[in-house]
Each structure stands twice: as structure tokens, then as C-alpha cells.
């Protein structure tokens, strides 16, 4: 049987309250991670975390329009729209999954919650090396990039034979202080900020990127990387 790995959803509203994840995410994991697929809803009181990290082999934080609630590192202030619902599910999950020594991978927010997760805290100062103009249209917003180097003993490095990726960035919030037990994967030459980590906290592969692997996953090398790197951990 083909692992199975959970997808958190985020809360949207179409009308009504809907939860929500993009199509996008969930392809890749399929075809390139040889996973099955088991959307989370993000509403912390219709689940027991640790009930359902016994039954998945493995959990994805993708990205999402909202940021992550200063409260839950220490912040001062926030950077709307917010999801305080799946900030809770997010970290709660996260944190039942690692305890139970299985795999945890984050993409953009993702990325974020598990740094917090960690212990570590975010920014939300980043400038436009960073953030693509917001006024563009939606499949214009992810043509905004720039490089990364990569940790040359790191699993992305090793995985892709490349020291350097152009990657996409579309993000608002960004670490400031890494958590603790995290390992760098790839860092923005220009500022420095952390833009992928790993850990290998209870013998669980954690894994996270800043950018989106999943939006580009057929034209670059090092997207493919990733998702192919969750489907080896899934698998162990």
C-alpha cells in the first residue's frame, strides 16, 4: 500500500466557511512522492492531533494566503489576513507527528509554522526581493524570484547536485531567529534570511522551503527534489 500523508487544509470562505487547500499541492505528492493523500481540516475542535499523527505516515504545512499570528512566537504585531485555526491544528499536528518519529515537511507558511514550532520567531519586514507586487495577477505573482545557496552537506543539496536554485518568492513573513535543533538548507544571498531547514528531531525527517516547489514542480529540478525527498522519507 502507497503511504498516506496528511495535507492541512486552511479556512477560506466562499459564501460560507469552507476549508481549503490548492490542487496544486496535492499532484506532486501523488506522482512524484508515490503518497495517498488525506486532507486535515484546520478546525483545532473537531480533531485529536495525536489520533490522527498515529494513523498518517507523514504530514505536509503547505502554503497559504494567511500568516502566522504573532502570539504564537512572541510577537508584537500581526501581518493579516490571519488563520489562528490552523496555526493551532498546524502546530499541534506537527508537533504529535515528530513525537511519534514521522515525517513533517512545510512549504512557505509551513515553513513558518515549524520554525515557531521550534522555538523560533519570524519578521514580517521583508522587502520586494522578497514579496511580488500583490496587484499583479494571480499567475503572474509566482515569476517573482531569486537565488538560494544551498548548505553543501544538506539533503537539498545532495539530492539536487546543485549548490545554487532559482526559486519563486511570494511571502510576506520570514525568519528572524531559527529554532532550535534546525539545521540550514538554503539561505537568500542577498539578505541572508533562512530559506529552507532541516532537522531529524525523534529519528522524524523535517523538511521545509520558503518558496513553492509545488507551482514549478515540472519545469525545475530542484521542485521535483523536494517532493522526491518526501516521498524517500514516506517510504522509510
Known amino acids: 500500500m502507497k503511504p498516506l500523508i496528511g495535507v492541512l487544509c486552511c479556512n477560506e470562505f466562499a ?23 488525506l486532507l486535515v481540516p484546520a478546525l483545532a475542535d473537531t ?83 522578497h514579496l511580488a507586487d500583490e496587484d499583479r495577477p494571480f499567475e503572474c505573482l509566482f515569476a517573482h524570484g531569486h537565488d538560494v545557496t544551498l548548505r553543501e552537506t544538506g539533503l537539498l543539496a545532495r539530492a539536487t547536485g546543485a549548490r545554487r536554485l532559482a526559486v519563486n518568492s511570494v511571502h510576506r513573513q520570514g525568519i528572524d531567529r531559527l529554532g532550535a535543533g534546525l539545521d ?30 509545488e ?3 515540472e519545469r525545475q529540478a530542484g521542485s521535483r527534489a523536494f517532493f522526491q525527498l518526501i516521498g524517500e522519507a514516506l517510504a522509510a
Open 47 to 129: 480533531l485529536d492531533a495525536r489520533s490522527i499523527a498515529r494513523r498518517l505516515d507523514g504530514l505536509l504545512l503547505t502554503g497559504s494566503r494567511s500568516n502566522v499570528a504573532a502570539a504564537r512566537y512572541g510577537g508584537h504585531r500581526d501581518q493579516t489576513p490571519l488563520d489562528e485555526a490552523r496555526d493551532e491544528v498546524a502546530l499541534a499536528l506537527a508537533d504529535a507527528m515528530i513525537e511519534a518519529g514521522q515525517p513533517v515537511f512545510g512549504i512557505c507558511r509551513g515553513l513558518q509554522e515549524l520554525n515557531v514550532l521550534f522555538g523560533g520567531t519570524l519578521r514580517g519586514d521583508l522587502d520586494g526581493h
Open 184 to 213: 540550514v538548507e538554503a539561505l537568500s544571498p542577498e539578505d541572508g534570511l533562512v530559506e529552507g531547514f532541516s532537522a531529524r528531531p525523534n529519528g522524524a525527517q523535517v523538511l521545509a522551503v520558503q518558496w513553492h516547489p
Open 15 to 37: 459564501e460560507r466557511p469552507i476549508q481549503a487547500v490548492a490542487s496544486r499541492f496535492i499532484a506532486p505528492l501523488a506522482r512524484l512522492s508515490d503518497a495517498n493523500v
Open 215 to 217: 507551482w514549478d514542480v
